[in-house]
């Protein structure tokens, strides 16, 4: 048992020297790596997925739909405001005749008129932003495919999208603007 232990015990303490020399022979090989590249084999391309999909057809008229949308929508809300408005004041000019009951029953009925109006503006923000995303969802889709054919056509290792400032710079010996291949796709 004891010659068991002992062996057990060098073979613990040999395996980190071995690591190391390991770790310090690869490190050694890898570190002259980069140096004996000069640049790498691959190609990218880059394009405004915004600007893109602007310029599909098919952009403008589903903006024009949801400008329709929208402006249906704030036209309900303000004529509900107007309603609104009205009865406020009709109630304070009526507020010093009231019996207190009446004054009461005419407060909780604004109170509630108030907040049917502000759960309708917020119900109605999200059905625009569902619109919104209904409407640009197979632009968006036939753009994505565009890309990935130009992509591969191209041999390009990957796509950058440089909307939002996101890419600062790019190496044209290295990228490629692929917005006009793209644009022809799409059409």
Known sequence: MRHLFVSAFFLFLGSPLFAQSTVSSTVSSTATVPSQQAAPSFHYGFLSCQSALEAMPGYADARR?????????????????????????AFLDGQSTFAPSIREKRQAELQELMEKN???????KQYLKNAEQDAYQPLREKLAAAIQRVGHAKGLAFVLNTDNGTLPFVNPEMGTDITADVLSAVK
């Open 118 to 124: 502000q759960a309708f503006k917020d119900q109605a």
């Open 65 to 89: 739909s949801l400008a329709d949308l929208k402006a249906k929508y704030d036209a309900e809300m303000k004529r509900v405001e107007d309603e609104f408005n009205a009865k406020y004041e």
